[in-house]
């Protein structure tokens, strides 16, 4: 008898640990669909994994990103799953302030709950780094963090992303990717003086996007976005970073193709193709 509680007992034990494991390689998936690594680990010079402290310049002054690796000093390590959350989908701190919006809350706000787990087991599986996080080198007033509250009284909004039943299943999962997970709009989508996304045009380019770069427009505009793009040419951009004329992307895009869109299932990149595809045309700013 006592054989026979042991063997079950190790048969649990296994499923739950197979179970774990799965967790934490969906986890892994999202975490590359949203583009994590390309914030959160300095490349210049290298830094350690997710361990933060990357300059990112902007109109309002140069963020740091955080260190998100599981140090309990200075990464998430004591961070409960409901703070992880509250983070992710409202902006909101630990300690009750709120994030700047270069951290894109305002698109993350749409993930869904399984993918927010699934996330959160996979960041708790990765080497904790005790290095601390870099202060933020802003200019007044945006030094003053409370003013971020008047920001989100006009542009955030706390919605998750649903699925629209007049549209194809593939449809529903390219916007979701494009719309939460990958946050496109924060850098493909113009803004008005203060940082407000023009959501009206969605993705028709940005004059003012991090670094201080101009970023494209990708919607099916004929001339000014990509509207002769076939969808299998939006999928090879996304793949590799090849473009039709034969040249690739530069840029803060070289990244994203390599962390985030060449890591993506085929199926993935077809949906964002079609909802790319579906897009108003828009000629952008």
């Known amino acids: 008898m006592r054989a026979l509680v042991v063997f079950v007992l190790l048969l649990m034990y296994s499923a739950a640990a197979r179970a774990?494991?799965?967790?934490?390689?969906?986890?892994?998936?999202?975490?590359?669909?949203?583009?994590?690594?390309?914030?959160?680990?300095?490349?210049?010079?290298?830094?350690?994994?997710?361990?933060?402290?990357?300059?990112m310049e902007t109109p309002f002054g140069a963020f740091y990103t955080p260190n998100i690796t599981p140090d309990p000093t200075h990464g998430i390590g004591k961070w409960t799953y409901e703070e992880?959350?509250?983070?992710?989908?409202?902006?909101?701190?630990?300690?009750?302030?709120?994030?700047?919006?270069?951290?894109?809350?305002?698109?993350?706000?749409?993930?869904?709950?399984?993918?927010?787990?699934?996330l959160w087991a996979y960041?708790?599986?990765?080497?904790?780094?005790?290095?601390?996080?870099?202060?933020?080198?802003?200019?007044?007033?945006?030094?003053?963090?409370?003013?971020?509250?008047?920001?989100?009284?006009?542009?955030?909004?706390?919605?998750?992303?649903?699925?629209?039943?007049?549209?194809?299943?593939?449809?529903?999962?390219?916007?979701?990717?494009?719309?939460?997970?990958?946050?496109?709009?924060?850098?493909?989508?113009?803004?008005?003086?203060?940082?407000g996304l023009d959501k009206d045009r969605e993705l028709s380019g940005n004059k003012n996007a991090p670094d201080g770069k101009l970023v494209s427009n990708i919607t099916p505009h004929p001339k000014k976005g990509i509207g002769s793009w076939s969808k299998q040419e939006i999928i090879e951009l996304l793949e590799d970073g090849s473009l039709p004329d034969g040249d690739f992307v530069g840029g803060s895009m070289t990244e994203v193709v390599e962390n985030t869109t060449s890591?993506?299932?085929?199926?993935d990149l077809r949906a964002i193709a079609a909802y790319l595809k579906a897009l108003p045309a828009d000629e952008g700013p």
């Open 263 to 267: 890591q993506l299932t085929e199926s």
């Open 84 to 118: 992880f959350v509250a983070a992710i989908r409202e902006g909101e701190t630990r300690d009750g302030s709120v994030y700047y919006p270069a951290f894109p809350y305002s698109s993350y706000t749409g993930m869904r709950e399984a993918d927010l787990r699934d």
């Open 123 to 195: 960041l708790r599986s990765v080497p904790p780094v005790a290095e601390a996080s870099l202060p933020h080198d802003m200019a007044f007033p945006f030094n003053l963090r409370f003013s971020v509250r008047f920001w989100r009284l006009l542009y955030f909004e706390s919605a998750r992303v649903t699925a629209d039943n007049q549209r194809s299943q593939e449809w529903n999962r390219g916007a979701y990717l494009v719309r939460a997970l990958g946050h496109c709009g924060e850098c493909h989508t113009p803004r008005n003086i203060i940082g």
């Open 20 to 55: 774990d494991e799965a967790t934490v390689k969906r986890g892994e998936y999202v975490f590359k669909a949203a583009g994590c690594a390309g914030c959160h680990t300095r490349e210049k010079p290298k830094g350690a994994f997710l361990a933060g402290g990357r300059r």
